[in-house]
């Protein structure tokens, strides 16, 4: 790639993440978005095209029905491909694993989303941690919501000497919004049938040094997952000493009860007043006011949004595996000043705890 052009990305499936990849990418000063791939022909293809993008079926047959639906299509995921130096696949859960074969063999750099397992590329993503392990390879994983958030906390932590040993409990929404209609469990809770649940162990395969147990619950609520989590630390250290650990990663906003951010709904909220496209929520939300240090233990709970969390992990991802930009610090900076993330979210100081 010249330094005059842009990395040119197409996507594979324009659901809950291909959608906020695409908008993302479109965001970004240095790539291009080929266009998108998709199956279905309903109003989910109809607003593809109204944003200016391309349209791809992922088969003759799945553009055929799309051009029945009136549907302005660029041709099949084949002639996307063709197209592209970077695809990111993000195609439900298990469906992105039978494409790798297809990009392989036509010689693309890809990515997957982290319904798929870390062996599908062989590199897992998460940006502050990892960015330079995954430079020009052929092919990475970005974690999941739940896992990204913890390798970003768990980082911050560890590279400020302030990690031993993290345990965590996750509340975990029910369902998407947009398929509430579909499935999503109602007056009760579910708890995952292991423990550990599989985020401690998949937060290892990006970083295995990383001592992490989680456990789980789904609970009937669909706006973000919220985590609680007790750290041993190495020694005794101040909460200021914390926080400022916390202030190191761009990507953790800490946000305060003081201020009124209560719940999950103000901070999507919040979120959604400032014009973020969706709400989007690309933080981890973590509360400052109630972090407590005990000694040479640290209790805190964040909020993730499941459904945007992975978003600037994905740009950077493609990024490190053009190879171009050697820096992680600067593509995540890049990214960020593209999709307004960084400083506090409501404004100066709210960062800060308040001391009561
Ligand atoms: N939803 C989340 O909160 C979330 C968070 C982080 C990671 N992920 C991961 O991201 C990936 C995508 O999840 P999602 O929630 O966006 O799914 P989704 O169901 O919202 O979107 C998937 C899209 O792919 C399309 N599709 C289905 N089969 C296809 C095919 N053969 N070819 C092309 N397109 C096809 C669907 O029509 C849909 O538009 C999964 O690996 C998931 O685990 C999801």
């Not at 479109?26 to 200016?52: C, E, F, N, Y």
């Not at 401690?200 to 001592?211: F, K, N």
């Not at 669909?222 to 202030?247: C, G």
């Amino acid at each position: 790639m010249s330094e005059s052009r842009t990395v040119r990305v197409g996507i594979n499936g324009y659901g809950v993440i291909g959608k906020r990849v695409a908008d993302a990418v479109a965001a970004q000063p240095d790539m291009s978005l080929a266009g998108v791939s998709d199956v279905v022909t309903d109003w989910r293809a109809h607003i593809v095209g109204q944003k200016g993008f391309r349209l791809f079926g992922a088969t003759g047959e799945h553009v055929a029905a799309m051009r029945d639906a009136g549907l302005d299509v660029a041709g099949t995921l084949d002639d996307l491909l063709g197209q592209v130096d970077v695809v990111v696949d993000c195609t439900p859960k298990h469906v992105a694993a039978r494409n790798v074969e297809t990009y392989r063999r036509r010689g693309i750099k890809f990515i997957l989303q982290g319904g798929e397992k870390h062996a599908a590329t062989g590199h897992s993503f998460v940006a502050e941690c990892n960015y330079a392990t995954a430079l020009g390879r052929d092919a990475t994983r970005v974690v999941s919501c739940n896992t990204t958030s913890v390798v970003r906390t768990l980082t911050a932590l560890k590279q400020a000497g302030l990690l031993r040993r993290a345990r965590g409990t996750l509340l975990r929404r029910a369902t998407d919004p947009w398929e509430s209609h579909e499935s999503g469990i109602m007056n009760t809770l579910v708890p995952e049938p292991e423990i550990p649940s599989h985020q401690g162990p998949d937060a290892q395969t990006v970083d295995p040094e990383l001592d992490v147990v989680t456990m789980a619950v789904k609970v009937p609520e669909t706006l973000a997952h919220l985590h609680y989590w007790s750290v041993q630390m190495p020694r005794q250290a101040s909460k200021d000493e914390v926080l400022d650990a916390f202030r190191t990663s761009s990507r953790i906003a800490l946000i305060s009860i003081g201020e009124g951010l209560v719940a999950l709904n103000s901070v999507k909220e919040l979120m959604a007043d400032r014009g973020r496209p969706h709400g989007n929520l690309y933080e981890v939300a973590l509360w400052a006011d109630m972090l407590r240090v005990q000694g040479d233990e640290l209790f805190y709970a964040y909020m993730v949004d499941n459904q945007a969390i992975v978003i600037p992990e994905t740009i950077d991802a493609i990024r490190a595996l053009i190879g171009e930009l050697r820096e992680g610090a600067e593509s995540i900076a890049m990214t960020n000043a593209a999709l307004g993330v960084g400083g506090s979210l409501i404004g100066a100081g709210v960062g800060e705890p308040v001391r009561r």
